[in-house]
Every structure is written in structure tokens, then in C-alpha cells.
């Protein structure tokens, strides 16, 4: 083998796919920003595919709150949180966001992905168990991986399989127990109220990735604890900032002492530039308007949801039955779920196609974000369009 060729990419079935389709989903050129229509080309599209669910990543307040924080800290502090990148705004912003958690102290990381790498290589040792849902997103399992304990999946949302887990666990020293909040592609919420209650019967240390979580469920959109009701939560908290709070980063909340070891004992964090000031202006006033307005938008994303899932239900689509404000239309296979979204394009309408090898085989999901400034007639249109494409394709829907 030439030592080129290791790097040359090769999708066959893919890209006969997207050549005899004659459309490509994937990294779409947008010269917009995120809000309810993108820029593509000459046209414009409506908004589906990005997880600007509260539509905080064009809001005029957000905007003006990072302004002003550009105009007085500049771009970036250039330097590692450890060394000069620690401004004063990065601890008002710990305490914002610990406070709308209910959590103890909270550190920023460029990512999620990158703070869900990174937490694992700080706090977990080779003698220790991580055990972890089967569906958990990418970024939990590279971590999970990365100090070389041993790990134990157990079934997607099943607490009595944890249990059994769990019981069979005494050797080891330190027990972790993993899980995402919101499962982003179906839309499934983790019983995290059982899980967490396991892990205090069996003295394991709970961490969940509440990315899809904060911001849209919990009757105030403060998250999967308030949607569980839990209370004097003692475990590890991780989230986007890059989601409904419309801003980017990652953030993890713990208690103090866990923080505090981080902070001094996680590459990801001490090696890496500190989040900029003005990322972290904007997650401050996101907060503070989901700390007013959260009621109204946790009904205004369910009720979105529920009229797009009731009708195109009642159209023959089979959706995801999750109950977090997420719309997934199973589609089947790759070629299937990339006509119907090609379909949708050609109508101006910008999803999400998940197809194998990101999902299994034949197991193809659209998902579509309800978004709080979707109209009647943005739903209207929606709707009409899969009606459409159904009675113009039927040979695309037969079982």
C-alpha cells in the first residue's frame, strides 16, 4: 500500500448514493446564521437542522452582551485558564451557571465533547469500573476509554440492567456510572432519577450530559434535574453551551472538591486556551433569560413538537416516541432517509439525515428541532411538505 493511500477516504456506498441522488446533506455551505431561515447558495432554508432551540444564537440581548464584553476583553485572553486566561467573567459565569443548576462550582472547556474526553482521564484510574448506557453519545465513550479501566455497558435506559450490574461490582474501588440526559437522535430522556438513586445504594459516582437536556426540559428549562426532580445532586454535571444556549463550550458542574482536583489535574483544561470572555458574556445572558422566560419556552417547544409529531403520525410516518422536544421521522435505510431529505431540501427545508454507520443499519432517522420561533405557517408548510412527499413517493414507505 502506498503511504498516501491510508488517508484517502473512501465512502463507497455513500457516495453512489449521493451521485445517484444527486444531493449531499452533509457540510452545506450556510453564508447566514442560525436563525429560523439559513443562507445556502441563493436560497433560503428553514431551520430544522441546528440545535438553536430557543433561538438565543440570534437573540438581540445575547448579541449586545457579547458585544459589549468584545469591546472590553477583546478577542481572547490568549493564554491557559491556569496561567492568564482566568478572567474575572469566567468565575461570574461559574457562579451564573452553578446557581441556575443548583450545583456547587462549574469549570468552562472549549467543548463538551472536549470536556467529556477530558473529566475521565482526571478522575478515573485502571483499577476502577465505568458503567455506561449503550446509546451514550461519542465523546463519553472516548473518554470512558481513555484511563483503561474496565467498562460495562448496560441496555439503553434500563435500570434494573444497571442494578444487576452494579451488585456484581464490590471489587472494584471507584464506580462511575454514565449516561446522557437527552438521547439526541430519538429523543428518549434517561431515567436518570433511578440511575442516580442506584448509584447511592451502591456508593457509584453519577455522570450525566445534559447537552440537549439544559435549556429545553424541566418545567423552567433548567434540565434533567428539574425534569427528575432531583435534589442535592452530588455527582458530575456536563453540558453544551452550544445547544439551546445558542452560544459554545462546554461546561462541568460538581461538587467543590471534584472541581477543584479538576482544575488542576485535567489536560484538556489546563492545556488548552481559556473559553473566550465573550463566549461566556453570552452564556451568562442566555441564563438569565431562560432563568425568566424558561416556562414559556419549555410549553412553546412541547406544543411545536406535539402538532408536528401528531400529524405526520397521522400521515403514516413512524417518529421516535422520545418525550424531550425532538422530532426523529424513522426512515429506514440510507437511500430512503436521504430522497426524503432531499425531498424536503427541494420544499426549503434543512434537517438532519442520520444514516448508517452514525445510526444501525437500515435504522435511519430525519430529525427535525421544534424550535421555539417556529410559526403556524413555518408548521403548516412543514407539514404540508411531508404530506406531499408521501403521496408523491409512495414506493418509498412500503414495508
Do not use: W
Amino acid at each position: 500500500m502506498r503511504k498516501e493511500e491510508r488517508f484517502e477516504f473512501n465512502f463507497t456506498e455513500e457516495n453512489r448514493l449521493v451521485d445517484e441522488i444527486g444531493f449531499n446533506p452533509y457540510y452545506q455551505k450556510i453564508s447566514s446564521g442560525a436563525g429560523l431561515y439559513v443562507r445556502i447558495g441563493n436560497d433560503d432554508y428553514l431551520n430544522l437542522a441546528s440545535n438553536n432551540y430557543l433561538a438565543l444564537a440570534d437573540d438581540p440581548e445575547v448579541i449586545s452582551a457579547m458585544k459589549k464584553c468584545l469591546d472590553k476583553y477583546g478577542v481572547s485572553m490568549c493564554g491557559t485558564p491556569v496561567a492568564c486566561g482566568y478572567s474575572d467573567i469566567y468565575e461570574t459565569a461559574s457562579r451564573t451557571v452553578s446557581e441556575f443548576l443548583g450545583l456547587e462550582d462549574t469549570l468552562f472547556y472549549p467543548s463538551c465533547y472536549q470536556a467529556n474526553m477530558s473529566i475521565f482521564r482526571s478522575l478515573a484510574r485502571p483499577e476502577d469500573v465505568i458503567f455506561v448506557d449503550r446509546y451514550a453519545h461519542s465523546s463519553l465513550v472516548e473518554g470512558i476509554r481513555s484511563p483503561g479501566c474496565r467498562i460495562k455497558p448496560f441496555r439503553h435506559n434500563d435500570a434494573d440492567h444497571l442494578e444487576s450490574l452494579l451488585k456484581s461490582s464490590g471489587a472494584f474501588e471507584v464506580k462511575f456510572v454514565v449516561t446522557e440526559s437527552v438521547f439526541s437522535t430519538e429523543g428518549t430522556i434517561a431515567p436518570f432519577d433511578e440511575l442516580n438513586e442506584l448509584c447511592k445504594k451502591y456508593g457509584a459516582i453519577p455522570v450525566v450530559d445534559d447537552s440537549h437536556g439544559i435549556g429545553t426540559i424541566g418545567r423552567s428549562g433548567k434540565g434533567i434535574l428539574e425534569e427528575k426532580n432531583i435534589k442535592d445532586y452530588s455527582g458530575i454535571y456536563t453540558a453544551s453551551t452550544g445547544k439551546a444556549l445558542g452560544i459554545s463550550g462546554g461546561i462541568v458542574s460538581a461538587p467543590e472538591t471534584i472541581i477543584n482536583y479538576i482544575r488542576y489535574n485535567s489536560p484538556g483544561l489546563i492545556y488548552s486556551t481559556a473559553v473566550p470572555p465573550v463566549l461566556l458574556a453570552g452564556t451568562i445572558r442566555a441564563l438569565e433569560i431562560i432563568g425568566k422566560k424558561g416556562a414559556l419556552f419549555s410549553e412553546r417547544l412541547t406544543a411545536n413538537k406535539l402538532k408536528i409529531h401528531t400529524a405526520l403520525s397521522s400521515h403514516g410516518y413512524d417518529l421516535a416516541s422520545g418525550d424531550a422536544p425532538i422530532c426523529s421521522v424513522k426512515t429506514g435505510s440510507n437511500e430512503i432517509t436521504l430522497k426524503i431529505c432531499r425531498s424536503l431540501y427541494e420544499r426549503g427545508i434543512l434537517a438532519t439525515p442520520f444514516i448508517y454507520p452514525s445510526v444501525s443499519r437500515n435504522k435511519g432517522i430525519i430529525r427535525m428541532i421544534p424550535r421555539i420561533d417556529l410559526e403556524s405557517t413555518h408548521l403548516d408548510h412543514i407539514l404540508r411538505s411531508f404530506a406531499n412527499i408521501r403521496a408523491e413517493n409512495p414506493e418509498l414507505f412500503i414495508k
